[in-house]
């Protein structure tokens, strides 16, 4: 049961999700989150993604993200604030040696909001749509990427 061994404030939270602009590209990322009250949360994760414009060159980059949400009256709609950190990225090419990529770390922070989508009355777990924007990036890899992002996640 899952009130026995799991702490009340403690949340899984995390997104999936496929984009494409020049590039395909999956995005993984999982987090354990806590409620601090009834309208706010905080989380850790990390963030996974692999991108590439073919099938023979395939990016991956993995961050470490901590966001802070904020439930607005209503209890149907959230603000969101987001920092992430990535590791240098690392480029698979077929048949060559993986290249190291960016060799900076790269941080970004984004500000955004959001609709919750409750699976059902008995159970705190929801599915996630938002929409965040990135306001700030240091060690830029890739100028061309949106400053956009609509995600959809969950909640359990």
């Not at 991108?51 to 439930?71: P, Q």
């Not at 060559?96 to 970004?108: I, L, P, T, V």
């Amino acid at each position: 049961d899952k009130k026995k061994w799991w702490p009340k404030n403690l949340f899984f939270d995390g997104l999936v999700g496929v984009g494409y602009r020049d590039y395909l590209s999956l995005d993984i990322s999982p987090a354990l989150g806590w409620q601090f009250s009834r309208r706010t949360a905080g989380g850790i994760g990390a963030h996974f993604r692999y991108s590439g414009d073919s099938l023979a060159s395939v990016k991956m980059s993995t961050a470490l993200r901590t966001f802070l949400r904020h439930e607005l009256p209503g209890e149907r709609f959230f603000t969101q604030a987001e920092l992430q950190s990535s590791a240098p990225s690392m480029v698979l090419k077929w048949g060559d040696k993986a290249d190291k990529g960016n060799k900076k770390w790269e941080h970004r922070a984004y500000i955004g909001a959001g609709a919750v989508f409750g699976i059902s009355r008995q159970s705190k777990s929801a599915i996630l749509a938002t929409l965040m924007y990135r306001v700030a990036q240091w060690n830029r890899r890739d100028p061309g990427e949106s400053p956009w992002q609509l995600r959809f996640g969950f909640k359990l």
